[in-house]
């Protein structure tokens, strides 16, 4: 498996979150080494895997608040909600929106299939976020995206993952991540292994 880590910012006006990008890496692999390859923060659901890119926005100075409650609108109507999280680092504060996606490989599923899977979630964050009080903060949707191959295609697993990653190269992101520790490759439930983690983020062209 060539897919340990790595990160890559497309868009000029998120090129200050490089260190908070290899930061989330290592909180993702100090997670797993610190448990073996019983657990990873990454299997259970958004909320949780929201909460190690926060972990990380500490770990590179920032700041970082989950689930607060704001005034949200659309078009003309406003209502009281929930953020997923504002944080601010290096001088320049966010708004995001976050969505977590389960998908399972097999060979069958094409890079497009990966990019169109992909997508969708994206965009759900992306919109979400239009919503949200940016108090002149950057909106950001992020996505999760965690990889699953059934047991009996484990010994096509790296082909899997290469068009896994074609696939991903493949949507329209300004910001992404993935960490894939050695330990996970173990990592195993329900017949299945869970083997790492990619983050895809795209920001707004405009703000409210």
Excluded at 123 to 130: L, R, S
Excluded at 165 to 171: A, D, N
Aim: hydrophobic content about 40%; glycine content about 8%; charged content about 30%.
């Amino acid at each position: 498996m060539k897919y340990a880590y790595g990160a890559e910012i497309k868009n000029k006006r998120l090129s200050s979150l490089e260190e908070l990008l290899k930061e989330w890496t290592v909180v993702i692999e100090d997670f797993c080494n610190h448990l073996g390859d019983d657990d990873a923060p990454y299997w259970y659901n958004e909320r949780t895997t929201l909460g190690t890119f926060a972990g990380a926005i500490w770990r590179a100075k920032g700041l970082a608040l989950e689930e607060y409650g704001d005034t949200k609108k659309y078009r003309k109507q406003r209502w009281e909600g929930r953020v997923d999280l504002y944080f601010s680092l290096n001088e320049e504060h966010y708004v995001v929106e976050a969505k977590q996606k389960w998908l399972f490989l097999n060979v069958n599923k094409t890079s497009k299939n990966i990019k169109d899977e992909a997508d969708r979630p994206l965009q759900q964050a992306i919109g979400d976020v239009k919503s949200d009080a940016l108090h002149g903060g950057c909106p950001l949707g992020i996505l999760f995206i965690v990889p699953i191959i059934r047991k009996d295609q484990l010994n096509r697993a790296d082909g899997l993952l290469q068009t896994f990653f074609e696939g991903i190269g493949m949507v329209d992101y300004d910001m992404l991540a993935w960490q894939f520790p050695d330990i996970a490759r173990n990592l195993d439930y329900n017949n299945a292994i869970y083997p790492g983690i990619v983050l895809l983020a795209k920001t707004l062209k405009t703000n409210k």
